[in-house]
């Protein structure tokens, strides 16, 4: 099973570390030994003292310290890395489920009740297994402070599990090269007492709410963080790789359909028809086949709420 001391970040953190020091201390023992043995012999044997060079034949005792000492030393390695590495595949039966999407270029959490966060957020002392799924690339979710690292790769069923032992916060990123907006690809872990948690767990209703306060189109804004639209898309002019929200409602746009250029007023209509079915048309100057169709995967209500959030930034 797992051992906690309930001091560290995360119940790995002590044997990763034992393992980590102990094979750092080792090299930097055979790294400094080794050089200060290598001067002195250039030193000692240097040609101008030693004229007449001799043969050695071998040394029995020599030959056999130097293949046994570093066996004993690399099984040490092993067994530290394996005694932390174990527990890492035997998630105890009593722990959380969360399911993590990856996705170009954002993370989002979805819990059994069907509460989604753009953040991992946790309650601590209490174990939780996250389910890895990726909607396209390879991608690679890894919290350092908890020395847990895991690829995310599409089609296959992949799981980590921890115990958060503090309360706070700490990144969480993806470490696995996944294109143009990888290294944006970040998120937080935000461990909450139980009471705190259970309470932020209950509350289905009003996610935007915790995450974005009151403002109007905040529900809005939380559901695109939860489907990484921002990943993608600006809301201050900037073209990152799909064109910005600044001003968009009610613009003309150009888009290409069939190939053929084509004016078209940026209207309710409009907005759905791009994010149930954006190969359907291209919007000029950017590529097509990027964004992926978000049909089926959000309702009616949130298309509504996008909406409402992208009137909020037109200009006056
Ligand atoms: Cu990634």
């Not at 790294?31 to 290598?38: K, W």
């Not at 990943?231 to 201050?236: E, G, N, R």
Request: hydrophobic share 40%; proline share 5%; charged share 20%.
């Amino acid at each position: 099973m797992y051992s906690t001391t309930g001091t560290d970040a995360s119940n790995y953190v002590s044997t990763f570390n034992t393992a980590f020091y102990f094979i750092a201390g080792i090299s930097l023992i055979l790294l400094i030994g080794l050089t200060l043995t290598m001067l002195y012999f250039v030193f000692k044997y240097n040609k101008r003292k030693n004229k007449i060079a001799i043969q050695n034949e071998g040394n029995t005792f020599l030959e056999i310290t130097w293949t046994v000492v570093p066996i004993i030393l690399a099984l040490f390695m092993f067994y530290f890395g394996w005694e932390g590495w174990k527990p890492m595949s035997k998630p105890p039966a009593n722990a959380m489920n969360i399911t993590a999407t990856a996705r170009m270029w954002s993370f989002s959490f979805l819990y059994d009740n069907g509460k989604e966060s753009p953040d991992l957020i946790v309650p601590v002392n209490t174990p939780v297994k996250i389910n890895l799924v990726s909607l396209d690339v390879i991608h690679s979710l890894f919290i350092p402070a908890y020395r847990i690292k895991s690829d995310i790769v599409p089609g296959r069923v992949k799981f980590m599990w921890f115990i958060p032992e503090t309360e706070g916060n700490y990144d969480l990123y993806c470490a696995e090269y996944c294109g143009l907006r990888h290294s944006y690809m970040k998120a937080m872990v935000k461990v909450l007492p139980k009471d705190k948690f259970t309470s932020w767990y209950g509350d289905t209703a009003s996610l935007a709410k915790t995450t974005e306060g009151s403002v109007p189109g905040a529900e809005g804004l939380a559901i695109m963080k939860i489907q990484g639209c921002l990943a993608c898309h600006s809301s201050d002019g900037s073209k990152i790789v799909g064109p910005t929200y600044l001003n968009l409602f009610g613009s003309q746009q150009v888009v290409i359909r069939d190939g053929v250029e084509v004016k078209v007023t940026a209207d309710e209509a409009y907005i759905k028809q791009m994010i149930l079915d954006p190969a359907s048309q291209a919007v000029k100057g950017y590529p097509k086949g990027l964004m992926q169709s978000y049909k089926g995967k959000i309702t009616d209500t949130d298309l509504a709420k996008i909406i409402e959030y992208l009137k909020t930034l037109n200009e006056k």
